[in-house]
């Protein structure tokens, strides 16, 4: 809703009557035989994101241009684990009070190696996504398949 300033505004720049010229290249002030409509000024702008949508990058929910992700790798993977591993180490150790001390720190170090190849998935499965977006296909594995 607007507010009453802003209502005022609205109705003052339509009370102004508009007078549509151009300067010629003489510098006399000509008048223009049929100014622009609101339909043929939506109707160009229509067209023409069209064709810059197609060359421009592609933008995200927020009209940023998507950043490309990195390669995945197991060290980049295991570096991102660390503040997980931490913090499974630390819930394991202090909520599983039942268990002998030595359980409790094995079962919280095997959580926290698990968050490793897990980081790597995730990094593998946001790369492939962005390369499908791009049009890119993903790399295949180079391996041989098992017969």
């Not at 008048?31 to 990058?57: G, I, M, Q, Y």
Request: proline content about 9%; cysteine-free.
């Amino acid at each position: 809703m607007p507010t009453r300033k802003q209502r005022r505004r609205q109705a003052k720049a339509k009370r102004h009557e508009y007078e549509y010229v151009y300067v010629d290249e003489e510098g006399q002030e000509v008048e223009v035989d049929e100014p622009e409509t609101a339909d043929d000024k939506t109707a160009k702008n229509a067209k023409a994101p069209a064709r810059a949508a197609s060359k421009a990058k592609p933008k995200g929910a927020s009209g940023r241009a998507l950043r490309e992700p990195p390669e995945p790798s197991w060290s980049r993977a295991a570096r991102r684990a660390v503040p997980w591993q931490i913090g499974i180490f630390v819930l394991v150790v202090f909520l599983l009070r039942s268990g002998p001390l030595i359980s409790r720190v094995m079962i919280g170090v095997l959580y926290g190696l698990l968050f490793i190849p897990m980081m790597y998935l995730t990094d593998r499965m946001m790369r492939n996504r962005w390369l499908k977006q791009q049009g890119a296909l993903p790399q295949k594995d180079k391996r041989p398949k098992r017969p």
